[in-house]
């Protein structure tokens, strides 16, 4: 959903060429949580309790948003239902493009190790879980370290993931297995990694 500011409210319908992709937080935590309450594993829920507290008691970044709409943000969202398919809606509604850098993607280090110990797909987390709750948004590069700052003034991790580009040039991550379409759900195309 778009959240209320104290400015006028920032949509999902303003973002750039040019502009950079940002986030809060880290991702895929949510998902990571529910995939150990499905697993039903008691020394997974022991060692990762950050994950499990993520996924039942997220905690939405609304004066972090108020923040970015102040710092000049051209749009912004909750990653309610994944990073792909709220980016997804800022492109679509923006008439643009985007780029995404799997490597730029902020990844726990709970779900990382969680990750190696289950042979999961961290980034397939990332883009595809949802229900995080941060904030994905998309500023001008002279924008970007202002509300940086301002969100590093209370504690709040911002993270550089990519950049708006034409809608011609399509919707794109890149990953160590190369350039692939950035989609809504399924992430099949993360399974020949």
């Not at 492109?91 to 969680?114: F, H, I, K, N, Q």
């Not at 595809?128 to 500023?139: H, I, P, Q, R």
Request: hydrophobic share 40%; charged share 25%.
């Amino acid at each position: 959903g778009v959240l209320p500011s104290a400015a006028d409210p920032v949509l999902r319908s303003g973002a750039a060429v040019g502009d950079i992709i940002g986030v809060t937080g880290t991702l895929g935590d949510s998902a990571a949580g529910l995939y150990i309450l499905e697993s039903g594993d008691e020394r997974l829920r022991s060692q990762c309790p950050a994950l499990v507290e993520a996924h039942l008691r997220p905690r939405p970044q609304v004066k972090a948003g108020i923040l970015l709409a102040d710092a000049g943000v051209t749009s912004m969202e909750d990653v309610s239902d994944g990073l792909a398919i709220d980016l997804e809606h800022i492109c679509e509604m923006s008439g643009v493009g985007c780029t995404v850098d799997s490597a730029m993607l902020p990844l726990s280090d709970e779900l990382l190790r969680l990750a190696g110990d289950t042979g999961a797909d961290p980034v397939s987390w990332a883009l595809g879980g949802g229900e995080d709750y941060e904030l994905v948004f998309t500023a001008p590069p002279d924008a970007f370290a202002p509300a940086e700052r301002a969100l590093a003034e209370h504690e709040v991790l911002v993270s550089r993931i990519g950049s708006i580009r034409t809608a011609g040039e399509g919707r794109t991550i890149n990953t160590p297995a190369g350039t692939k379409e950035l989609k809504g759900p399924g992430y099949d195309h993360f399974a020949d990694r």
